[in-house]
């Protein structure tokens, strides 16, 4: 899909289901094969959690975000946070895909004086709402401005991605009990529930379960679902954007690695990891990129 530079909103005019979904399933591959060559030109980053948000991320970019490539002065936009910063590779793929910033210059991650760097930077990227890393503290940025929206009567929408393992952190529940407080239904909250996180499992290290009982428990509406199956994500979304007097969390089940074996379901891939020019090769192989693609992708010397 060629990048879009022109003023061109995301909520598109009403394509029908199937091209949404198939231009969806097109922007989440390109998200996997980017953010894996931006990884291994950095020599180190996060690949797992990078491959699991990859489809939330291509719904939220491709379907529901009311935000285009030059409105960050639009008060009207709707905002995103990475909560998970760590997962800015996927960030910085889709964001290329759709025109945000360069998608050459997006594979100089963690590069010295690179704004593409290892957790996104507010005042590296215009289109980055706030710097994100430390767990936790993107849902809080995120739920102050839900507040501030509700203040301003403002339509415009926050969502906010956060991974499972961020859950431990106690700043997560007061944010969700604050939210709840406040009625903010402005607010959604995805979770890219891959089960794993920089360690281990996360039931060996903090069990989440029961999750979505905890979430309702705090007055939040709830879905659980697929995070790998569009027509879910997008459905889970809209759900959220109905619902009146409460905020919205999806759970979003999902595989760590997700679209290369090797990576599947394996805590080591969480990151911070170098991947040789044959795991990169590999990966991108079975991301479904055919020799030449692979080529542009890697064999371009330092970046």
């Not at 490539?69 to 905002?79: C, E, F, H, L, V």
């Not at 998970?84 to 991650?109: E, Q, T, V, W």
């Not at 009146?244 to 090797?262: E, F, L, N, W």
Request: proline letters at 4%; aromatic letters at 6%.
């Amino acid at each position: 899909m060629p990048a879009q530079s022109q003023k061109t909103l995301l909520k598109r005019d009403a394509p029908s289901a199937r091209e949404l979904a198939a231009e969806i399933a097109e922007a989440a591959r390109f998200t996997r094969k980017h953010a894996i060559a931006s990884i291994y030109h950095a020599g180190s980053g996060h690949p797992g959690g990078a491959m699991s948000s990859a489809d939330i991320m291509a719904c939220l970019f491709g379907a529901e975000l009311n935000f285009w490539s030059d409105a960050i002065n639009d008060p009207d936009r709707d905002r995103f946070v990475l909560s998970k910063g760590h997962g800015a590779p996927a960030l910085y793929a889709i964001a290329a895909h759709h025109g945000f910033c360069d998608a050459r210059a997006a594979l100089n991650l963690r590069k010295l004086g690179s704004p593409f760097q290892g957790h996104p930077h507010v005042l590296d990227l215009p289109w980055v709402e706030t710097s994100t890393g430390s767990l936790g503290q993107g849902f809080s940025v995120a739920l102050g401005m839900a507040m501030g929206l509700k203040l301003q009567k403002n339509p415009a929408r926050v969502y906010t991605l956060l991974g499972d393992g961020e859950l431990q952190e106690g700043e997560v529940w007061e944010a969700a009990m604050c939210a709840a407080h406040h009625k903010l239904d402005n607010l959604c909250v995805v979770i890219d529930y891959n089960k794993l996180q920089s360690d281990d499992r996360n039931d060996a290290i903090m069990r989440l379960e029961p999750l979505a009982a905890k979430w309702r428990a705090f007055d939040w509406a709830v879905a659980e679902i697929n995070g790998h199956d569009i027509d879910e994500i997008l459905s889970a979304f809209r759900r959220a954007g109905a619902s009146h007097g409460r905020p919205s969390v999806i759970i979003a089940h999902t595989i760590k690695g997700k679209g290369v074996p090797y990576m599947e379901n394996i805590p080591h891939w969480h990151g911070s990891v170098k991947l040789t020019h044959a795991q990169a090769e590999e990966a991108l192989t079975a991301l479904g990129a055919g020799r030449n693609e692979i080529k542009e992708l890697l064999d371009v010397g330092d970046r």
